[in-house]
């Protein structure tokens, strides 16, 4: 069994920053991408960011320039830094964790979610 476990979301105002972050524990596979998806209310689940196990990265592009993942090894954990946040950036954000992970693909394991609240 795979556990992901998000943590970091919260409530913050418009040109807020937060940083998510996404433990993975248990049977992890060796050389696996984490990625980031979320959901708003009413919305289909999108793929935001994902990074693979040596570091290469992918973004939408509705949050290039101002969201930047990144990983530890050490840690087994995957970060979301989200500068500049806006309204629409309001959704359940979720890990997860895949051998690849793309926007195209349905990644494997997921947690469970973490709120995040961009008031205007």
């Known amino acids: 069994q795979v556990q992901l476990v998000e943590s970091g979301g919260g409530l913050v105002q418009a040109g807020g920053s937060l940083r998510l972050s996404c433990a993975a524990s248990?049977?992890?596979?060796?050389?696996?991408?984490m990625g980031w998806f979320r959901q708003a209310p009413g919305k289909e689940r999108e793929f935001v960011a994902a990074?693979?196990?040596?570091?290469?990265?992918t973004y939408t592009d509705s949050v290039k320039g101002r969201f930047t993942i990144s990983r530890d090894h050490a840690k087994n954990t995957a970060y979301l830094q989200m500068n500049s946040l806006k309204p629409e950036d309001t959704a359940v954000y979720y890990c997860a964790i895949d051998v690849v992970v793309v926007p195209t693909t349905t990644p494997r394991y997921w947690g469970k979610g973490t709120q995040v609240t961009v008031s205007s």
């Open positions: 990074i693979n196990w040596s570091g290469g990265s």
């Open positions: 248990g049977n992890t596979f060796s050389r696996y991408a």
